[in-house]
């Protein structure tokens, strides 16, 4: 169920990712680049991890906080944030 929540929320920022199109010579975003793109916008002060705080903005990713946090550390680095996206 959490992941289902999850996976909701990205699909629906995803999207924003992609909505820029590539200039003549640019490759276009490739999927990886665009989870990051979705961990930048919930990192919101730019630090490389997202806060419980931050985490609080987004319900599917408030959900799934504690689980993803693998170190227990109290904040999920992108490593973490991109095995929820399995």
């Known amino acids: ?6 996976m909701t929320a990205l699909s629906l920022t995803v999207p ?5 199109q590539p200039y003549a010579g ?15 916008q919930i990192d919101t002060d730019q630090d490389g991890v997202i806060s419980k705080q931050e ?3 987004f319900s599917a990713v408030e959900v799934m906080f504690e ?5 227990r ?4 680095d992108a490593d973490e944030f991109s ?3 399995r």
């Open 1 to 6: 169920m959490k992941k289902l929540m999850l």
């Open 16 to 20: 924003f990712a992609y909505a820029e």
């Open 26 to 40: 640019q490759p276009a975003t490739s999927a990886p680049e665009a989870g990051s793109a979705v961990f930048s």
């Open 55 to 57: 985490a609080s903005s």
């Open 67 to 71: 689980d993803a946090d693998a170190n």
């Open 73 to 76: 550390d109290g904040a999920l």
């Open 83 to 85: 095995q929820t996206q």
